[in-house]
């Protein structure tokens, strides 16, 4: 089966507009969570689905971010108004319950 | 702050040789896992040790977790060309589903 995919691969966007970002985990995986990473950086834990359950939403950095799952499907994060600082790389991961997480390839977002 | 810590942030060496790279981290865990990162993309994951577990192999990786010392260790055995990648700890802690991940050791074996 197909494994998580993330989309668009890279997006350039100007200071100030909105970016939506997506994410597709596995099939029947429960579980889905967004990392940011800055180069050269570690994992920055945003924010993590579970179920049905309220998501996780502590790392999420400003009002600025969002982020809607739809059921155990799919995932979009968005930035509003993005700053020069939201440039990095987007991960999405998935996992059954709370075991190993498979990792989309991300979204390398870059604001000019 | 409950992440990983990995050490060194650096390692180079040549094919053929062992590369051990630690992880140091501060709550009590479940399990821990490594993961490994190719040219900043997206994360694979490798092995995972529970906390009931002092060491565990898969292939030439070997992972050790001291929870006394609140440390693991990532053995890879016969380096090659293609082990090149950054090297990552992520811990479960106190919350159920997350994984608090370090900023990892960035790994180069030179043919």
């Known amino acids: 089966g197909a494994g998580v995919s993330q989309s668009p691969s890279n997006k350039v966007t100007e200071k100030g507009k909105d970016v939506e970002l997506r994410c597709d985990p596995i099939?029947?995986?429960?579980?889905l969570y967004w990392y940011r990473q800055r180069l050269g950086q570690g994992l920055e834990f945003l924010i993590y689905?579970?179920?049905?359950?309220?998501?996780?939403k502590s790392g999420l950095p400003s009002d600025r971010f969002s982020a809607e799952r739809t059921g155990e499907s799919v995932s979009t994060l968005t930035i509003q108004r993005t700053q020069q600082e939201d440039s990095a790389v987007y991960l999405c991961?998935?996992?059954?319950?709370?075991?190993?997480?498979?990792f989309g390839p991300g979204t390398r977002l870059t604001v000019l | 702050s409950q992440q990983g810590e990995e050490d060194p942030q650096a390692l180079s060496i040549q094919e053929g040789e062992n590369a051990t790279m630690n992880c140091s981290y501060k709550t009590s865990i479940n399990n821990l896992q490594w993961y490994r990162q190719n040219s900043g993309r997206g994360l694979v994951h490798l092995i995972l040790?529970?906390?009931?577990?002092r060491e565990k192999h898969s292939g030439r990786l070997r992972v050790t977790l001291d929870t006394s010392k609140k440390s693991s260790s990532l053995l890879i055995t016969a380096s090659r060309a293609a082990d090149t990648a950054s090297y990552f700890c992520a811990t479960d802690g106190s919350t159920l589903g997350r994984l608090y991940f370090g900023r990892g050791t960035q790994l180069t074996v030179w043919p």
């Open positions: 040790i529970r906390s009931n577990e």
């Open positions: 099939s029947g995986h429960t579980a």
């Open positions: 991961a998935s996992s059954w319950r709370e075991y190993e997480q498979f």
């Open positions: 689905f579970q179920g049905n359950s309220a998501p996780d």
